[in-house]
């Protein structure tokens, strides 16, 4: 895939606007997208989870999951603990795909290639 981007002048863009143009065009490979985020971690910093000093603001992050967090960083402050801050909350995630997700014996007998497919 492609992406043009286009901007109404270089020299008026910010530092911050044209590290992140250079980021995104040195990113070539499949895949290049956490390189991608993190090289955007670096330009605007990662912020406090519980100070004030934040990079983005909370509407970002959506208030439910920005309330979740902050009461499992309020509830082991309370239980005498550090919040974990770097480790993500246990998520379940549940696909229906409406159809059979595994190939049939008829299509490949063994089962070690019908797996690799």
């Given amino acids: 895939a492609y992406a043009y981007l286009m901007v109404p002048d270089i020299q008026g863009l910010t530092k911050q606007a044209t590290q992140r143009l250079d980021a995104i065009q040195a990113m070539e490979e499949l895949g290049s997208g956490f390189y991608l985020a993190m090289h955007d971690l670096e330009i605007r910093g990662a912020g406090e989870m519980l100070g004030e000093n934040q990079s983005g603001n909370m509407m970002e992050v959506g208030f439910q999951l920005y309330n979740d967090m902050l009461n499992e960083a309020v509830r082991s402050l309370k239980a005498g ?6 480790s993500p909350f246990a998520a ?3 696909i229906n795909l409406h159809a059979p997700a ?3 014996d008829a299509y490949c007998g063994d089962v070690q290639v019908r797996l690799s497919l």
Avoid at 81 to 86: S, T
């Fill in 81 to 86: 603990k550090e919040p974990d801050l770097l």
């Fill in 92 to 94: 379940t995630t549940e």
């Fill in 102 to 104: 595994l190939l049939p």
